[in-house]
Each structure stands twice: as C-alpha cells, then as structure tokens.
C-alpha cells in the first residue's frame, strides 16, 4: 500500500469511529478561557480535537473562549486550556485526556471549541490536530493541520499552510501564499502577492484573481482550473486531471503532463505545453 492510500485509510477509519460520537449529545460540559492585555506581536496555538476560530480585533489583547465537552466527568477534568506570555508572545494549548483518539474507545471522547480574539497586525502559528479551522482578519499566519476544513480569510501577510485532509477554502491574502497538501479540494480566490502550492496529493486545485505568479509544483490528482492571474502560471507536474487556465498577464507554463487535457485562452505571454503522444 502506497503512503496517499494509507493516509487516507487512516482518515476514513477515524471518520467512521468517531461518527457516533459526533452524533452524541454533549454529555458534560464546562467553559475554559484565557485572556492576556498589552501588546502582543504573536500568538501561538496548539489546538486538539474541536473547532477553533480565531479572529483579529483592533482592541489588541488576546481573549480565549472555549467550551470543553467529553463523555464523563473525569474525562471532562482532564481537558485544559494552558496559556502563558513571554514577552509580546502568547502561548495558548490544548491539553486533552490521554487516550481518548484510542480506535477502540468507542464510547469516549472529549473535545474543546474554542474562540479566540487576537490584535489584528498579530502573527500567528497554529497547529491543529482534528476540527475545522476558521482564520479571518489576521495577520501573517502559518497554519498546520491534520484533519478538518479550513476556512482562511483576510490574512493581512503572509500565509502558510500544510494540510493533510480536508477541504482548503482561501479568500483575500495580502501576501504571498505557500500551500503544501494532501488530501481535499483547494479554493483560493484574490490573492495580492504569488502563490506556490508544493504538492497536492488529490482534489481539485482552483485558484482565481492572483496579482503574482501561481506555481503548481506538483499534483498527482485532480483538475486545476486558474484564472485572473497578473504574472505568470506555471505548472511543473502534473499527474492526472483537467488543467484549464484563462486571463494570464503573463506566460503559461506545463512541465509535466501525464494525462488530462490542457485548455488555456486569453494568455498575453508565450504558452508551452508538452505534446501530446
């Protein structure tokens, strides 16, 4: 079995285990919070099972708000919230029961949806191991995920992100974005400086109003559809799918095609692709 097809035989066996538990009413609950004043430069989250949204404020400060839900109460004693400052950093992490992730407890779970508040022009560095991610009017930001969609809007820098499953939604980045990917579909719309996606394993790729460059560095599968681009598109490889690229400032680019067919109108540069055998 190669690494994608184990990769995605581990998502699909947490999915199917931890479907009854999201099915589950919330048996215990609490509240877990945070908050920090003063300047703050950087904010840094590590975040577990649950939701996490974090949005920038022009107040400054950084405000946490989460409710922890878990199958029992000692269950439920055990998740916790951990913050410290040092310096203008803030550092916020998620401490869950251990355990709980075991394939075999059927019957337990804990989770922690959290709400956070941080300074606007704030950077931040999140890792998240299972939930969907919501970023919007922040700062520079790099993001690293494990399962769960992510929701990236109003990123006022640079933007970062490795992700390995799940749905990739991208709206209004000042700066350039670098995306390296496993598995889900990846929608970036209105991005000021380049973008650079590494490596997409599977889903679609569909990027629109660019005002760099936009390199594919490498998709193994899935369509990719650009267009409104300023400067350049460039495509190194390509394994399988569609590619369709429309409104490109500058030139179009194929390295690598292995299958799929290749669509491009209303490029002002040079196009080459590779022929066809």
């Known amino acids: 079995m190669n690494k994608?097809?184990?990769?995605?035989?581990?998502?699909?066996?947490?999915?199917s285990i931890c479907a009854p538990v999201l099915a589950e009413d919330c048996k215990f609950s609490s509240e877990r919070d945070a908050s920090f004043t003063g300047s703050v430069k950087k904010v840094v989250v590590s975040a577990s099972a649950g939701s996490l949204k974090i949005h920038g404020d022009a107040a400054g400060g950084v405000k946490a708000k989460g409710r922890a839900c878990a199958s029992s109460e000692g269950l439920l004693g055990k998740i916790a919230l951990e913050s410290r400052r040092e310096g203008d950093i803030v550092y916020l992490t998620v401490v869950?029961?251990?355990?709980?992730?075991?394939?075999?407890?059927?019957?337990?779970?804990?989770?922690?949806?959290?709400?956070?508040?941080?300074?606007?022009?704030?950077?931040?560095?999140?890792?998240?191991?299972?939930?969907?991610?919501?970023?919007?009017?922040?700062?520079?930001?790099?993001?690293?995920?494990?399962?769960?969609?992510?929701?990236?809007?109003?990123?006022?820098?640079?933007?970062?992100?490795?992700?390995s499953a799940g749905e990739i939604r991208i709206v209004t980045v000042t700066g350039n974005i670098k995306l390296d990917d496993s598995s889900g579909g990846i929608d970036i719309e209105d991005a000021r400086g380049d973008v650079k996606i590494v490596s997409d394993s599977s889903g679609d790729i569909a990027i629109a109003k660019?005002?760099?460059?936009?390199?594919?560095?490498?998709?193994?599968?899935?369509?990719?559809?650009?267009?409104?681009?300023?400067?350049?598109?460039?495509?190194?490889?390509?394994?399988?799918?569609?590619?369709?690229v429309?409104?490109?400032?500058?030139?179009?680019?194929?390295?690598?095609?292995?299958?799929?067919?290749?669509?491009?109108?209303?490029?002002?540069?040079?196009?080459?692709?590779?022929?066809?055998?």
């Open 4 to 15: 994608l097809a184990a990769q995605l035989l581990r998502v699909a066996m947490l999915t």
């Open 96 to 163: 869950m029961a251990e355990g709980v992730g075991d394939m075999f407890s059927f019957n337990r779970y804990s989770s922690l949806d959290l709400d956070i508040v941080v300074p606007k022009d704030a950077q931040l560095d999140v890792t998240d191991t299972s939930g969907d991610v919501e970023l919007s009017e922040v700062g520079a930001a790099q993001v690293t995920d494990t399962s769960g969609d992510l929701l990236l809007k109003n990123i006022n820098g640079e933007l970062t992100v490795n992700d």
């Open 210 to 244: 660019v005002g760099g460059s936009v390199d594919v560095m490498e998709d193994s599968s899935g369509d990719i559809t650009v267009r409104e681009v300023k400067r350049n598109v460039n495509i190194h490889k390509d394994t399988s799918g569609n590619i369709n």
């Open 246 to 277: 429309s409104d490109v400032g500058g030139s179009f680019i194929v390295g690598a095609d292995s299958s799929g067919s290749i669509l491009h109108e209303r490029v002002s540069g040079s196009v080459r692709i590779p022929a066809k055998t």
